[in-house]
């Protein structure tokens, strides 16, 4: 047992400390697009590993480290961890990497974006992000003023199309501000690319190399991509106040949207990571579960559980915070249109429409409210499943 070869750590195998708010002293094993938070035990065995030697010299050298005492086996238990196989010159042993984001494929590699990104860099620094937020502000409330003053008439099948072309370009701008991030920070960072998540298309940006980073530059990372859309809606608000024209308010109400979707901390979006880096947690849902259950016990008294500590309560604050801002504006937009595709899809019938594509158009919203009734379904479910989970007792 003793003389059995360890297998040897891969090269481009990466371990730094892992910035936390407070805890245990932890790491980071970066491989390829994996990153682990391993305890300081399991990051001194693998950097050990650097070189081919034995399972009993890994021990000698483990124990005197730590300063006390590990046997072979729990050595070697740590060698043989299903998880941290990838770490090794095992390529048969390998598994399968596994991601949220199904079916992923690059559409802007890293290298075309990099020339764009060094110029935007002084967006992260604190005067031009003082600037962003006081200009946006000034904006956002003009907009306001200027929208509800003049009442728009329904939007044209072109407005729509440009309603959405501009929404969507607000997501490559956001993407981008993810990936400026990381540049700034000196963060290794790929390029832009589409997959699913659940069942949704999404764009992502490549930006694993900010595990690296300590806890505030991640959190900054995580920010980056709501912090360039606040900065793309200066752009639309001055573009509106300029010409009146009504795609650019509707951009406008879609990107605020978006940015309120991707800041839901329910799912694994911009907003948990953020409440993660800045909690210092590595399981925010988990989290969140055990202090609520704990809070909800202690109401209750229906076991002598102590109240959550000041952080815990602030940081399950926080999650509430967000989680509900999203749930009821989200469900508010969705049942105000569901409303309105009803009552339209009802007014066409009613008069028969016989304008050319007239069927084609009910047809086509028809279609769309099935989608927003989905959508709403989706999200109610998704909310009483949080609820339970929160409330299960995890002996049950």
């Known amino acids: 047992m003793n003389d059995t070869i360890t297998p040897r750590l891969r ?3 990466e371990l730094k400390p892992f910035d936390e708010f407070e805890g245990d002293e932890r790491f980071i094993v970066a491989v390829d697009d994996r990153h682990l938070v391993v305890s300081s035990g399991v990051a001194i065995v693998l950097d050990e590993c650097r070189v081919h030697t034995t399972l009993h010299a890994v021990t000698r050298r483990v124990s005197a480290r730590l300063g006390f005492p590990v046997s072979p086996d729990m050595v070697g238990e740590v060698l043989s961890s299903h998880v941290l196989s990838d770490c090794f010159h095992a390529p048969e042993q390998r598994a399968q990497v596994q991601c949220p984001i199904r079916f992923r494929q690059r559409i802007v590699p890293a290298h075309v974006l990099a020339a764009l990104l060094v110029p935007l860099r002084w967006l992260f620094t604190r005067p031009a992000a003082a600037a962003v937020i006081t200009t946006l502000v000034l904006i956002e409330l003009l907009v306001a003023q200027h929208a509800h003053a003049a009442a728009a008439p329904p939007l044209s099948g072109a407005q729509i199309v440009c309603s959405v072309a501009l929404t969507m370009l607000g997501v490559v701008v956001h ?11 000196g963060a290794r960072h790929g390029g832009i690319g589409l997959g699913v998540y659940w069942c949704m298309p999404v764009l992502y940006a490549e930006v694993s190399g900010a595990w690296m980073l300590p806890r505030l530059q991640r959190a900054v990372v995580d920010a980056g991509g709501v912090y360039f859309q606040c900065a793309y809606l200066i752009g639309l608000g001055a573009a509106y106040l300029a010409s009146g024209a009504t795609p650019f308010v509707e951009a406008m109400a879609w990107t605020h949207f978006l940015m309120l979707h991707t800041l839901n901390p329910v799912l694994k979006y911009d907003g948990y990571w953020l ?3 800045l909690g210092g947690l ?13 809070a909800w016990q202690a109401i209750r008294h229906v076991t002598r559980e102590r109240w959550p500590s000041l952080k815990q309560l602030a940081l399950m604050s926080a999650f509430g915070a967000m989680a509900t801002a999203y749930f009821t504006y989200t469900l508010a937009l969705l049942g105000s249109n569901i409303g309105h595709g009803a009552s339209e899809i009802a007014r066409r019938w009613a008069l028969r429409d016989t304008t050319p594509f007239g069927n084609w158009h009910v047809a086509g919203e028809s279609a769309l409210l099935a989608l927003l009734l989905v959508m709403a379904l989706s999200l109610a479910c998704l909310l009483a499943r949080s609820l339970h989970r929160i409330g299960k007792d995890p002996q049950a």
């Open 275 to 277: 409440l993660t880096d």
């Open 11 to 13: 090269a481009d195998v």
């Open 175 to 185: 993407e981008l501000g993810h990936l400026t991030a990381c540049s700034r920070f």
């Open 282 to 294: 590595s399981n925010l849902h988990e989290q969140i579960r055990a202090s609520a259950r704990q």
